[in-house]
Nanobody
Framework: QVRVVESGGGLVQAGETLTLSCTAS????????MAWYRQAPGEESEPVPV?????????YYADTVKGRFTISRDNAKNILYLKMNSLKPEETAVYYC????????WGPGAQVTVSS
């Protein structure tokens, strides 16, 4: 069973930058489309993808984060990243990584809290 673990969350002020990291083991993330998902407080629906990196490294961003978030991966280290610039209070959420579409059990997520 693949174990996904996100890290790097925290409390930041609006406008600041935060970078999340994700590991998945045993799983080679470069062999799949990987995504960062988020779930806002109180949301009962499944987390939604905000950034996707495909095999070949093309990317997709939700309109709400385009130009501010960057998804990347270090294939040698098998780590997925999400750099989030100019964070907004409404982006307070738990952020998860997984394949896209999701194939593995959700990890614990990374709590990101953006204060105004």
């Amino acid at each position: 069973q693949v174990r996904v673990v996100e890290s790097g969350g925290g409390l930041v002020q609006a406008g600041e930058t935060l970078t999340l990291s994700c590991t998945a083991s045993p799983f080679n993330m470069r062999l799949a489309a990987m995504a960062w998902y988020r779930q806002a407080p109180g949301e009962e629906s499944e987390p939604v993808p905000v950034a996707i990196i495909y095999i070949g490294d093309s990317t997709y961003y939700a309109d709400t984060v385009k130009g501010r978030f960057t998804i990347s991966r270090d294939n040698a280290k098998n780590i997925l990243y999400l750099k989030m610039n100019s964070l907004k209070p409404e982006e307070t959420a738990v952020y998860y990584c997984n394949t896209n579409p999701r194939q593995h059990k959700w990890g614990p997520g990374a709590q990101v809290t953006v204060s105004s």
